[in-house]
């Protein structure tokens, strides 16, 4: 599958010692260890979902206890957005690939495990084309050269193809017979953008871009919903998994026709767009301007009208609805690695949604934001990890927050023991038990019937903290048929 650099690449390695050539071998890579994308390209993909799990569950152990794992089928190749940088060798052959890690030194690659493979199969051809058009990528030391990166964006579901040639300077030579020839042998591309980056930058896109083939962007569809894909725009980059996460995210927020949502963090409404289908009405909000405008155009495009996004950042536009006192049933929030703020979790206490539905591409400032909405007086109800990104140790979960009780002072307090969870109480969530109870006697119980009979059975002590004596007379009993329906429960998860 490799090509030519590639086996180039496998004798410098092994030229240098037994082995180092001996494990890149054993490899699905064999550049695996110097680009550093696929930190676990040589575990089985059942040991990595199992991987995973446990250090969710490890990482959730106070909260609830996640549920299975939603992986992949076909976990390879996943990747639509795939970036190839070029450069020349010591003969001063044109090579493309990836830069090292934490360089920006080349390595060859002509295919990756994870990316899309028509995209690789297409850089692969623009390099060979490079020579008959006297174009020389680009060299960073000395700014010689025009060819700096080629970016490929897929669409999963419509097959559409965006090439993005990033230059160095803004003439390209032979433009049209270079795209003339490129579609010869790719008919299947459906646009292709020049885009200018003449600055000495980290960043692969400038600020400038032409389109000089097709319409500038690609579309692709993501559960019934059509979303348009400029170059910079923000996509999700495993279209398969990204639908299961929001099916999942859906099913989670369970809305029912007439809610008020906020899509926080929303980037091009994609999340927003879908709970629209079901909503009474949509606010997302977004930081990134060009994201914020690629939501609202995906929104006409779509004819949805119950949605509207601002540019603000999430916590401000929180604590502005807090203040104004308007509400919302349900807060649906997606923030990036460095999960969300005091100030969003703090609005989001004042805004008392009936469910928070938490997406996070980093379980360990998840979990430090749940402590705080704990404090705030939802439950964790439930979680699940969706791998989005196979082969590496990456972890995206969804989790379910909700409101105990409608009366504050309750919700408080239950609030208050789930901080001091017993190891007893780790083993089933509410939901689980709530779904046991119903499945063997067709009962429904509520969270603080079930908080009652923990209670009694010693799992968890509900002191009263906050309440005065006459509080905790307008809490309803647990009814005794219930009690013993909860407790058949406890039993069967080993919680008594
Ligand atoms: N929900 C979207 C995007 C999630 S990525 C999707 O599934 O596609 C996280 C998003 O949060 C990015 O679009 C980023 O621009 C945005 N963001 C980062 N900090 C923010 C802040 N303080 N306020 C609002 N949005 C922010």
Request: net charge neutral.
């Amino acid at each position: 599958m490799q090509k030519t650099e590639m086996g180039t690449e496998q004798k410098k390695v092994g030229n240098k010692g037994q082995k180092r050539a001996r494990n890149v071998s054993v490899s699905l890579c064999p550049v695996a260890g110097k680009c550093g994308g696929c930190q676990w390209i040589n575990r089985s993909y059942q040991e990595q979902l199992e991987a995973k799990e446990t250090e969710l569950r490890r990482l959730m152990e106070p909260y609830c206890r996640p549920e299975r794992m939603i992986g992949m089928d076909q976990p390879a190749h996943y990747r639509n957005k795939v970036h190839a940088a070029f450069g020349e060798d010591r003969r001063h052959n044109a090579i493309s690939g990836i830069y090292e890690e934490k360089s920006h030194r080349i390595v060859p690659v002509d295919s990756c495990y994870l990316e899309n493979e028509k995209a690789d199969e297409i850089i692969v051809t623009i390099r060979g084309l490079l020579k008959s058009f006297k174009i020389r990528p680009y060299n960073e030391d000395t700014g010689y050269g025009l060819l700096r990166h080629v970016l490929i964006r897929t669409g999963h579901a419509t097959g559409e193809i965006m090439v993005v040639l990033v230059l160095g300077s803004p003439i390209m030579p032979s433009k049209n017979n270079f795209v003339k020839a490129l579609l010869k042998i790719h008919p299947e591309i459906t646009t292709i953008v020049v885009n200018v980056n003449d600055r000495s930058t980290g960043m692969v896109l400038g600020d400038k871009g032409q389109v000089i083939y097709g319409k500038g962007y690609i579309e692709d569809v993501l559960c019934g919903k059509t979303f348009r894909i400029s170059p910079k725009s923000f996509y999700q980059v495993n279209p398969v998994q990204t639908e299961k996460l929001y099916r999942k995210a859906m099913e989670y927020a369970g809305i029912t026709g007439s809610e008020t949502v906020v899509d926080a963090y929303c980037g091009t409404g994609t999340i927003g767009m879908i709970a629209a289908e079901s909503a009474g009405r949509v606010i997302g909000v977004e930081l990134n301007p060009d994201a914020v405008r690629d939501a609202r155009s995906n929104a006409k495009q779509n004819g949805i009208s119950n949605i509207e996004f601002y540019r603000n950042d999430a916590g401000k536009f929180l604590v502005e609805m807090a203040e104004q006192g308007a509400m919302a049933d349900v807060v649906l929030m997606d923030p990036p690695r460095s999960g969300s703020s005091e100030a969003f979790l703090n609005a989001v206490g004042r805004l008392s949604p009936r469910r928070v539905v938490y997406i996070s591409c980093n379980p360990e400032t998840l979990v430090r934001d749940l402590k705080v909405l704990t404090k705030k007086g939802y439950l964790v109800e439930k979680c699940v990890g969706v791998d989005m990104f196979p082969f590496t140790e990456h972890v995206e979960t969804v989790c379910l927050l909700s409101k105990l009780h409608s009366d504050q002072h309750i919700e408080v307090e239950l609030q208050m023991d789930e901080l001091d969870l017993t190891s007893a109480e780790s083993k089933a969530t509410y939901e689980e038990i709530k779904d046991y109870v119903l499945e063997h006697s067709g009962l429904k119980v509520s969270s603080l019937y079930i908080a009652q009979v923990k209670e009694k059975c010693g799992i968890i002590e509900r002191v009263n903290y906050n309440l005065p004596k006459s509080e905790n007379s307008r809490q309803s009993k647990c009814p005794p048929e219930k009690e013993a329906a909860i407790r058949e429960a406890l039993g069967y998860f080993h919680m008594i």
